[in-house]
């Protein structure tokens, strides 16, 4: 069956720094994976969506990369802040309309 | 646009009881989705409908659990009856469909079951 991995311990990283977020996959070709960010109470939001012809996307101060061989994708935040502080979540497409999610990556970013 | 509405947004309930949860759409959007969110199992797809016709129930994990769609602007989640074992938050998302496929999720609902 399709398995998601994200990493699972918190990353804690300096303010200014840049945070980098992993997403792991097998027994999948996913046709796009998207990337949500999540706060305590609340539901995800969407942040970005990168297709599997595309390396990169880069949304401000977000970058995304998706390595179809490695069954990879990166997560970037430069410069951060502690305002990004969150719970980021991968989502592998899965069929029309329909994706996985990841269990989540809780990024603290320290003054 | 409010966003995705959903309601209540914190439920406890006694093992045994009905429990009815509800969500409204984003006006125009064509698919909605039904998530169960624990810490040990994470997001999970419970069902989705498609201009209001249930595509996959796939994610439902018993027959407690049912789903309707009666109008574009209206879904239900029931859990009948409920066990302890169905504490979690459930979200409610929709999407515009087609090639646009963001997600727009509500706020959730908080449930207890004791």
């Known amino acids: 069956s399709q398995k998601i991995e994200q990493n699972s311990e918190a990353l804690n990283i300096q303010e200014g720094k840049t945070a980098t977020l992993t997403c792991n996959y097998t027994n999948y070709s996913p046709a796009y994976l998207q990337w949500y960010r999540q706060d305590p109470g609340r539901g995800p939001v969407f942040l970005l969506l990168?297709?599997?012809?595309?390396k990169e996307k880069r949304k401000e101060r977000l970058k995304v990369t998706f390595d179809t061989t490695l069954k990879q994708s990166l997560f970037h935040i430069t410069a951060s802040q502690p305002a990004d502080s969150a719970t980021y979540l991968c989502?592998?497409?899965?069929?029309?309309?329909?994706?996985?999610f990841g269990t989540g990556t809780k990024l603290q970013v320290i003054p | 646009d409010a966003g995705v509405i959903q309601s209540p947004r914190h439920e406890v309930t006694e093992m045994g009881q009905e429990v009815t949860l509800r969500c409204k759409p984003i006006?125009?959007?064509?698919?909605l989705f039904w998530y169960r969110q624990t810490m040990m199992r994470g997001l999970e797809l419970l069902i989705y409908?498609?201009?209001?016709?249930?595509?996959?129930d796939s994610g439902m994990p018993e027959d407690r659990f049912s789903a309707k769609m009666p109008n574009a602007s209206f879904s239900t989640l029931k859990i009948q009856p409920s066990e302890p074992r169905d504490s979690a938050v459930y979200f409610c998302?929709?999407?515009?469909?087609?090639?646009?496929?963001?997600?727009?999720f509500g706020q959730g609902t908080r449930l207890t079951v004791v």
């Open positions: 990168i297709r599997e012809n595309e």
């Open positions: 409908f498609n201009n209001n016709v249930p595509i996959d």
């Open positions: 998302a929709s999407s515009p469909g087609q090639q646009n496929t963001e997600a727009f």
């Open positions: 989502a592998l497409e899965r069929g029309y309309q329909k994706v996985t």
């Open positions: 006006s125009g959007h064509n698919s």
